[in-house]
């Protein structure tokens, strides 16, 4: 059975950090490109920072030079790194694994966050 756990996310203000972790089970997660996505009320969701098998990085516009994507392997984890959060910034935040040439393609359950003062 394939999970995908997110977990970091909360309440911060504006221009503090947090990381999310999206933990990955039931998958080879070295053979999955990984994403981040979010969606806030009202608002469909959308692609916020991606990294390939190879480790290549991509990023929405909006979150270019605030936030880092990485990912571990060996503990089957992918991370986001989010700097100098704004309160744009708040929506649920959902975990994706991609394996698109075979057609897979997994969610996890999302984990909130909050930017407010």
């Known amino acids: 059975q394939v999970q995908l756990v997110e977990s970091g996310g909360g309440l911060v203000q504006p221009g503090g950090s947090l990381r999310l972790s999206c933990a990955a089970s039931?998958?080879?997660?070295?053979?999955?490109?990984m994403a981040w996505h979010r969606q806030a009320p009202g608002k469909q969701r959308e692609l916020v920072a991606s990294?390939?098998?190879?480790?290549?990085?991509n990023y929405a516009d909006s979150v270019k030079g605030r936030f880092t994507i990485s990912r571990d392997n060996a503990k089957n984890t992918v991370y986001l790194q989010m700097n100098t959060l704004k309160l744009e910034d708040t929506a649920v935040y959902y975990c994706k694994a991609s394996r698109t040439w075979f057609g897979r393609f997994y969610w996890g359950q999302g984990t909130q966050v909050t930017v407010s003062s």
């Open positions: 990294i390939t098998i190879g480790d290549s990085t």
């Open positions: 039931g998958i080879m997660f070295s053979s999955y490109d």
